[in-house]
């Protein structure tokens, strides 16, 4: 398995990272991402958006997600179904220092595949100095069509001095 940068957005007026014209020539996709919502209470989702189309997302109920997390104390489960976005993974929002980041890994499988639904895993979490979350999610898009674009936004659409959004291609050849 061999992985290729693809692009990187950083960005410092809003949490939203856009990839499009994404090449149609790996096996898989891979963001990573560091962020920090701080529109939002805190904890709130990274958010997915994916599309078949080079500049465009589908912002339809034509996903779903299951999520699983702890935050040291307690755990939870949820899950949605007809939903307009993949909950990814959780970042701190305004209640928690701006200082502190969130990172999650986000695969996107067989991205190119159009003999089924898309599928999405993905890891992440935060600690902030004693608390925080990690957490573990999964999602659908039900569409069969190739993903040639990614929206990658949080919760609130909040600010951050520092979100970085990084995508990479993987091969299994």
Do not use: E
């Given at each position: ?22 090449p ?39 996903y779903?997600?299951?999520r ?5 104390s ?26 502190i ?20 895993r ?34 609130s ?17």
């Amino acid at each position: 398995m061999s992985m290729f940068p693809i692009a990187t957005v950083s960005t410092q007026t809003s949490s939203i990272a856009s990839f499009t014209n994404i090449p149609q020539t790996f096996t898989h996709l891979q963001v990573r991402a560091f962020v920090h919502d701080s529109g939002a209470s805190s904890p709130a989702d990274i958010a997915l958006r994916v599309g078949s189309s080079t500049t465009t997302t589908d912002s339809g109920n034509n996903y779903a997600y299951h999520r699983l997390g702890g935050d040291g104390s307690s755990a939870f489960a949820s899950a949605a179904t007809s939903s307009s976005f993949i909950s990814c993974a959780y970042c701190p929002g305004s209640g928690i220092s701006s200082t502190i980041m969130s990172v999650a890994i986000v695969d996107i499988l067989d991205y190119t595949n159009t003999n089924k639904y898309k599928t999405v895993r993905s890891m992440g979490g935060y600690d902030a100095n004693g608390s925080g979350y990690a957490n573990f999610h999964s999602g659908l898009w039900l569409n069969t069509a190739a993903i040639q674009s990614l929206l990658i936004f949080g919760g609130s659409g909040g600010t951050s001095a520092y979100n970085t959004f990084q995508l990479y291609g993987i091969t299994t050849a």
